[in-house]
Structure formats: structure tokens, C-alpha cells
Nanobody, 117 residues
């Protein structure tokens, strides 16, 4: 069956770094656009970054540009989110999403990121 499993979240001090991973299985990872979303308490879920299937084009929310980097390894069916210079406002549950042009859409269970001193 389809699975997206996020890992790498945790507690980090402001200015620190974390690398999130999203391990996919049960579908053809290479043809899916991968997205990272986040949802902070009391706020709506927001798109953080995406990477397309073809050519691996990337796009970022303005709030994370220059600090976060999304990447993918199709051989490992894994998507990554490198997060640097973390701020308390980055605290949220981070979700991995896979979407295809045919309309398939899958979500992971989320991983908590807490930025606090």
C-alpha cells in the first residue's frame, strides 16, 4: 500500500538546522511532485516547498526562501527538506505530500519541529 513516512523532526535551538526525510513506497515516486507543508497550532496548513517530478524544479514559500532546501532522490524514493537558520516561527508539524498529474494525492503522518531555546 501507499506510504509516506516522515522523519527527522525534533527540538532545535534558534539558528540551528534539521533535515527532514520523507520515505515513499507503494507508488511510482519519480513521477510525483513532492511537497512539504507545515501546520502550526491555531493556523492553517501552508505550503513550504515543492519539487517537481520532471527536471526537479523547486519553489518555496517566501518565509523560508534562502533557508530551506527541498531535494529528492528517486533511486531511494525519498524527499528531503534541509532547514537551516531555524526560527521559532518555523515551529509546526511538517507533512510530506505526493501529487501526480492524474490526480493522485498522498499524505504522510507528519513530524513535529520545535524551534526553541
Amino acid at each position: 500500500q501507499v506510504r509516506l513516512v516522515e522523519s527527522g523532526g525534533g527540538l532545535v535551538q534558534p539558528g540551528g538546522s534539521l533535515r527532514l526525510s520523507c520515505a515513499a513506497s507503494g507508488f511510482t515516486f519519480s513521477v510525483y511532485t513532492m511537497r512539504w507543508y507545515r501546520q502550526a497550532p491555531g493556523k492553517e496548513r501552508e505550503l513550504v516547498a515543492l519539487i517537481t517530478s520532471t527536471y526537479a524544479f523547486t519553489n518555496y514559500a517566501d518565509s523560508v526562501k534562502g533557508r530551506f532546501t527541498i531535494s529528492r532522490d528517486n533511486a531511494k524514493s525519498t524527499c528531503y527538506l534541509q532547514m537551516n537558520s531555524l526560527k521559532p516561527d518555523d515551529t509546526a508539524v511538517y507533512y510530506c505530500n505526493a501529487g501526480s498529474n492524474a490526480g493522485s494525492n498522498y499524505w504522510g503522518q507528519g513530524t513535529q519541529v520545535t524551534v526553541s531555546s
